[in-house]
């Protein structure tokens, strides 16, 4: 590839429409809810089809903005994506005419950089920016570069871009992370797929997001396997078939509803949730005093123990799965300050994912945070309604749940952050009693 800056047309980031959610709080939620497809999970999927030229379909995508910003980064590759119904996506990436994914897609999501593999496997070069995504910290790429350099990718970082060309193939390896990661292993598997050869991957992420993946490579003809909790093991197809899919439930989302009926009070049934894949959460729910029953595809939470002996004070951690998921660890710290006594929070995987309960203590909760990976949460704390202001994802809906916990009336900006990954959070929240609307946001000199 040519020693020359990736773009020669000015970069204008497309305006993001300012809304906000103005809520009204101290109603117990009720009724049904339907889990949607995972975030996560479907973005990884979208990237997968890129590996063949014939078409893919996949069904219980959720309609949100990560997925709208990849699809529209396909078609900018020259990718055919089609949206014939909703919920439906169907890829056929036959001709891939342009290997530069822009500055643009980076900044709005990170996922972005899950191209690197497949891109790299089947076309044998690509130009990608450095990603952006939430600000929760420091999360490198060199785990994602390293290990498609050691299946013979040569990569060069010039500009903000990394430059990765395969002379000739992928060649299988032994590719070991210092540490896991799921997007690593993510971006890894799916450059073993096309590779010469045997890949192994270890530690491999165990997330159940990683095994839809595998199971999708598996329709495709890939031969993967997971050979231990934490390995996986891939031999190398010269090509790879279309395939259809259905996308997994989320289990961040379902975990976001198990709080909202906890800390309102309610009594609230999730249809189409992944049970099995949330036991580290669901244990801390239950040890808090939460009501929890689950069945194969539903989980029904009861929170009137809120009001009638409280909520129990507890200590949480995050870690990689089966451990407590990272971004459940928001709406959880949300849970906490309902529960009496005092409860420690030790974040282990972004150094900056605490910064977001400055905001929290805006609404009455009692919050010290020690440093980037420890806060204490003492309780219970009558949450009132005060406007704030959403940083991240997962913040974001954790403001909303604390919102919609308050007495009063609370201001949540930043609405754009939680439409990235939360399909019609808010007329999910009204189907279940919430007074919850959204609206365009007042300009700070405006404000009355």
């Given at each position: 590839?040519?020693?020359?800056?990736?773009?020669?047309?000015?970069?204008?980031?497309?305006?993001?429409?300012?809304?906000?959610?103005?809520?009204?709080?101290?109603?117990?939620?009720?009724?049904?809810?339907?889990?949607?497809?995972?975030?996560?999970?479907?973005?990884?999927?979208?990237?997968?089809?890129?590996?063949?030229?014939?078409?893919?379909?996949?069904?219980?995508?959720?309609?949100?903005?990560?997925?709208?910003?990849?699809?529209?980064?396909?078609?900018?590759?020259?990718?055919?994506?089609?949206?014939?119904?909703?919920?439906?996506?169907?890829?056929?990436?036959?001709?891939?005419?342009?290997?530069?994914?822009?500055?643009?897609?980076?900044?709005?999501?990170?996922?972005?950089?899950?191209?690197?593999?497949?891109?790299?496997?089947?076309?044998?070069?690509?130009?990608?920016?450095?990603?952006g995504g939430d600000r929760i910290g420091r999360r490198p790429v060199n785990f994602h570069v390293d290990a498609m350099r050691a299946l013979g990718a040569e990569i060069d970082y010039r500009?903000?871009?990394?430059?990765?060309?395969?002379?000739?193939?992928?060649?299988?390896?032994?590719?070991?992370?210092?540490?896991?990661?799921?997007?690593?292993?993510?971006?890894?598997?799916?450059?073993?797929?096309?590779?010469?050869?045997?890949?192994?991957?270890?530690?491999?992420?165990?997330?159940?997001?990683?095994?839809?993946?595998?199971?999708?490579?598996?329709?495709?003809?890939?031969?993967?396997?997971?050979?231990?909790?934490?390995?996986?093991?891939?031999?190398?197809?010269?090509?790879?078939?279309?395939?259809?899919?259905?996308?997994?439930?989320?289990?961040?989302?379902?975990?976001?509803?198990?709080?909202?009926?906890?800390?309102?009070?309610?009594?609230?049934?999730?249809?189409?949730?992944?049970?099995?894949?949330?036991?580290?959460?669901?244990?801390?729910?239950?040890?808090?005093?939460?009501?929890?029953?689950?069945?194969?595809?539903?989980?029904?939470?009861?929170?009137?123990?809120?009001?009638?002996?409280?909520?129990?004070?507890?200590?949480?951690?995050?870690?990689?799965?089966?451990?407590?998921?990272?971004?459940?660890?928001?709406?959880?710290?949300?849970?906490?300050?309902?529960?009496?006594?005092?409860?420690?929070?030790?974040?282990?995987?972004?150094?900056?994912?605490?910064?977001?309960?400055?905001?929290?203590?805006?609404?009455?909760?009692?919050?010290?945070?020690?440093?980037?990976?420890?806060?204490?949460?003492?309780?219970?704390?009558?949450?009132?309604?005060?406007?704030t202001e959403i940083g991240d994802l997962r913040a974001g809906a954790s403001l909303i749940l604390a919102a919609l916990a308050a007495e009063g009336e609370s201001v949540v900006r930043g609405?754009?952050?939680?439409?990235?990954?939360?399909?019609?959070?808010?007329?999910?929240?009204?189907?279940?009693?919430?007074?919850?609307?959204?609206?365009?946001?007042?300009?700070?000199?405006?404000?009355?």
């Amino acid at each position: 590839m040519a020693d020359a800056r990736p773009f020669q047309w000015e970069y204008r980031p497309a305006p993001v429409a300012r809304e906000q959610y103005r809520i009204e709080g101290g109603r117990p939620l009720g009724g049904r809810v339907a889990i949607s497809g995972s975030k996560n999970a479907a973005l990884k999927l979208l990237a997968a089809a890129t590996l063949t030229g014939e078409r893919c379909r996949f069904e219980n995508v959720p309609e949100i903005e990560d997925v709208r910003v990849m699809a529209e980064t396909l078609r900018e590759l020259g990718v055919v994506v089609d949206h014939p119904a909703p919920n439906v996506y169907e890829v056929a990436a036959g001709d891939i005419d342009w290997l530069f994914v822009p500055l643009e897609a980076a900044a709005r999501m990170r996922a972005s950089f899950i191209l690197l593999g497949p891109l790299l496997a089947r076309r044998g070069q690509v130009i990608i920016s450095n990603p952006g995504g939430d600000r929760i910290g420091r999360r490198p790429v060199n785990f994602h570069v390293d290990a498609m350099r050691a299946l013979g990718a040569e990569i060069d970082y010039r500009y903000g871009y990394y430059y990765a060309k395969a002379p000739g193939r992928l060649r299988g390896a032994e590719i070991r992370f210092p540490t896991v990661t799921v997007m690593g292993t993510e971006n890894a598997l799916l450059a073993a797929t096309l590779a010469v050869g045997h890949t192994t991957i270890e530690p491999a992420a165990r997330e159940p997001e990683v095994d839809d993946l595998i199971a999708f490579l598996r329709k495709m003809g890939a031969e993967v396997e997971r050979t231990a909790p934490d390995r996986i093991e891939v031999e190398g197809r010269r090509r790879l078939r279309g395939a259809e899919h259905r996308v997994l439930p989320d289990r961040i989302e379902a975990g976001t509803f198990v709080v909202a009926a906890a800390v309102t009070g309610g009594q609230v049934r999730l249809e189409g949730a992944p049970c099995d894949h949330l036991g580290a959460f669901l244990e801390v729910a239950g040890r808090v005093g939460v009501g929890i029953a689950c069945g194969s595809d539903w989980i029904e939470v009861d929170g009137r123990a809120l009001a009638a002996d409280g909520y129990r004070a507890t200590d949480i951690e995050t870690a990689p799965y089966p451990g407590l998921a990272t971004d459940l660890q928001p709406p959880t710290c949300v849970l906490l300050t309902q529960a009496v006594g005092t409860s420690r929070v030790h974040e282990t995987v972004f150094e900056d994912r605490l910064e977001w309960l400055a905001e929290l203590a805006r609404m009455g909760a009692d919050v010290t945070v020690h440093d980037a990976h420890h806060a204490t949460i003492r309780g219970r704390t009558r949450l009132r309604g005060a406007t704030t202001e959403i940083g991240d994802l997962r913040a974001g809906a954790s403001l909303i749940l604390a919102a919609l916990a308050a007495e009063g009336e609370s201001v949540v900006r930043g609405a754009h952050h939680v439409e990235r990954g939360y399909e019609n959070i808010e007329e999910k929240f009204r189907a279940l009693g919430a007074r919850i609307e959204r609206q365009p946001e007042i300009p700070p000199g405006e404000r009355p």
